[in-house]
């Protein structure tokens, strides 16, 4: 007959005990890596998100909001101040091709729409009926907002305040570089296609 010893008993309970203790210490570290990686790793990183990329807004005509931080900050980024009602619209399917021209490369372009200029009309519906239906536009197109004067958003207000230019027009295009340290603005009679524009794209894009 097997004799066990109390000693014995009490020497296996402890070590079933520190061995759950060490499991469960473990299994602490473990989670606390896991919270660290969903809360404090993402807020580290729109920490060292560029001002001009903190920013979010609703897409056209839309319940998903974008946030820039996530999205853009490494891409070379084109924005644009669009009208659905003006003479520069037709620009839309230029700014289409040239996104779809270059955008393997790096480029992403982001219309925003706005009725500073009262060209634009009252309704989301319609706004996004000529972009998407009448000219084919996949780049990402955001919810209605002012580009100039005192109501202006908080990413064209950071725009102005480092180029010291505000859109005069509808269709102003704005070049900002991967490092976001380039701000290259073309007005509106510059064409997406075949122009300047499109060279400093290809340069800052370094095609060869």
Excluded at 10 to 33: K, N, P, W
Excluded at 51 to 63: G, W
Excluded at 96 to 125: C, M, W
Excluded at 181 to 192: A, D, K, L, V
Aim: proline fraction near 3%.
């Amino acid at each position: 007959m097997i004799r066990i010893r109390l000693v014995d008993v009490y020497f296996l309970l402890l070590t079933i005990h520190m061995t759950l203790r060490v499991m469960t210490m473990r299994s602490a570290s473990r989670l606390f890596i896991a919270l660290a990686s969903l809360f404090i790793m993402p807020s580290l990183s729109y920490a060292s998100c560029d001002n001009l990329l903190n920013f979010e807004s609703k897409k056209l005509h839309s319940k998903q909001t974008i946030n820039f931080c996530e999205k853009y900050t490494d891409k070379t980024l084109l924005v644009v101040n669009t009208a659905s009602q003006c003479g520069f619209t037709p620009q839309f399917k230029e700014l289409e091709t040239l996104y779809q021209k270059y955008k393997d490369q790096g480029l992403e372009i982001v219309g925003f729409p706005s009725n500073d200029f009262r060209q634009e009309h009252k309704s989301e519906a319609e706004t996004a009926s000529v972009c998407f239906k009448n000219f084919g536009v996949t780049f990402t197109m955001l919810a209605p907002s002012s580009v100039k004067g005192q109501n202006k958003n908080t990413f064209y207000q950071v725009l102005a305040d480092r180029t010291g230019k505000e859109p005069n027009w509808n269709f102003n295009k704005y070049l900002i570089s991967k490092n976001h340290q380039s701000i290259e603005h073309f007005g509106s009679n510059t064409t997406p296609l075949n122009s300047s524009l499109e060279q400093l794209i290809v340069k800052t894009l370094s095609i060869q």
